[in-house]
């Protein structure tokens, strides 16, 4: 019927799912969750953390067959890890990865105008780095497939989920030195090689450079305990990014330790709930534009 408005989604769906997994490029896997209807259905990227050196696709599992129960297509991305691939590798993959399943969503039963990601520690630093320089040379350096180089899909987000993300590389840095957690200052130091660069590729400091930047609608994340990244920073960030006149939301989780998405508890399920109302109202209000 004209005019009749059409959900684009629901977040008190619950869906049957399917799990495959693919490549989205040589040597790159990614696992697909697949709801089961009639689709098309919104479509997010899910980019994993492990101090930009470790973890897998599996890792937020748990989250993401929460989230696709809930009638989204979730595509949980490997990519190039540290010291073999220092910045901006894995910001490349990510970028590659958005535009692939935008290229490749009605083969997915997914929307490519719906397309967002969810970033967990150092997969949010890089979810948070592609979607506000979505057309960096740098992070766009990767092309498309030849069967989809005709592709006009963009790496931008409609919007990120940020649990417990790195928002600022270098002040973690330090925090992890005078903490003495040697293997996070070791792992950061593996990645961005130097100082420099953790202050180059910094969503924070990008943010009082008053850069020319996308702010994506964001939800951010994070437990009280997390002993992994300093808390002040992350308030300090969420006021930046409100003050360059982007959307954020942010969920402080009372004693809950950095990554505790990861496994099921209570407090996953608070916070997967969050994300899905926040989904829903993203696309809505992209939709009534």
């Known amino acids: ?79 190039r890890l540290a010291p073999q691939h220092p910045y901006p590798a894995q910001v490349a993959d990510v970028n590659f990865a958005t535009r692939w399943l935008k290229s490749r969503a009605a083969d997915l039963n997914a929307d490519p105008n719906t397309v967002g990601a969810i970033g967990s520690s150092s997969g949010g630093h890089s979810v948070l ?63 961005f090689l130097a100082t420099a660069a953790m202050e180059e590729g910094n969503p924070f400091q990008i943010l009082l450079r008053r850069e020319e930047v996308h702010l994506p609608p964001t939800l951010l994340i994070q437990g009280t305990a997390d002993q992994n990244l300093p808390v002040p920073v992350t308030e300090q960030f969420v006021a930046a990014y409100r003050q360059a006149g982007g959307t954020i939301e942010l ?28 989904v829903a109202r993203c696309l809505a209000e992209a939709e009534a534009v």
């Open 1 to 79: 019927m004209a005019g009749e408005s059409i959900e684009i989604y629901n977040p008190d769906r619950v869906c049957e799912i399917s799990v495959q997994d693919l490549e989205y490029r040589e040597g790159m896997a990614v696992r697909v969750y697949h709801p089961k209807g009639t689709g098309p259905f919104p479509a997010l990227i899910d980019v994993h953390g492990g101090v930009w050196s470790s973890g897998d696709k599996t890792n937020a599992a748990v989250m993401d067959r929460a989230l696709a129960e809930s009638g989204m297509v979730v595509a949980a991305i490997d990519f």
């Open 129 to 191: 780095l592609s979607g506000m320089r979505p057309h960096h040379p740098w992070y766009n350096s990767l092309d498309l497939l030849e069967e989809l180089s005709g592709s006009e899909a963009d790496a931008t987000l409609k919007y990120i989920l940020a649990a417990w993300p790195i928002v600022d590389p270098h002040a973690r840095y330090r925090y992890a030195q005078e903490g003495e957690k040697t293997r996070l200052a070791e792992l950061s130091e593996g990645y």
């Open 251 to 278: 969920e402080m989780f009372p004693d809950m330790p950095h990554g505790f998405g990861y496994t099921a508890s209570p407090d996953t399920d608070r916070a997967v709930a969050l994300m899905k109302k926040f």
